[in-house]
Nanobody
Framework: QVQLVESGGGLVQAGGSLRLSCAAS????????VGWFRQAPGKVREFVAQ????????DYAESVKGRFTISRDNAQNLVYLEMNSLKPEDTAVYYC?????????????????WGQGTQVTVSS
């Protein structure tokens, strides 16, 4: 079993930055794909970014491309989401997810482990 814990959320003004962290425990996730998803009030959970098990491949939703960067530190069992130029529409609960394969997918149903989420609120 893998446990995922997100941190780093908070309240920030539009144009500001935050860095989210996803800490994994239970087993190493070095070879697992890891993704970030978000869910705003009244909306479905949506894909934000993902990184392959090797870290060699990344993928971003169009809405965050150029502003968000996903990275991983396999030695520390950590994955990060650096968020810059934040907009009010980025306000959501952000979730970290992992799948027991190196390969990425935007299909939420194919992710095996989920964290509890961290709130990000961007004020205008």
């Amino acid at each position: 079993q893998v446990q995922l814990v997100e941190s780093g959320g908070g309240l920030v003004q539009a144009g500001g930055s935050l860095r989210l962290s996803c800490a994994a425990s239970g087993r190493t996730i070095s070879y697992y794909a890891v993704g970030w998803f978000r869910q705003a009030p009244g909306k479905v959970r949506e894909f934000v970014a993902q990184i392959s098990g090797s870290g060699g491949s990344t993928d971003y939703a169009e809405s965050v491309k150029g502003r968000f960067t996903i990275s991983r530190d396999n030695a520390q069992n950590l994955v990060y989401l650096e968020m810059n130029s934040l907009k009010p529409e980025d306000t959501a609960v952000y979730y970290c997810a992992a799948r027991v394969t190196p390969w990425v997918t935007r299909d939420l149903n194919k992710w095996d482990y989920w964290g509890q989420g961290t709130q990000v609120t961007v004020s205008s």
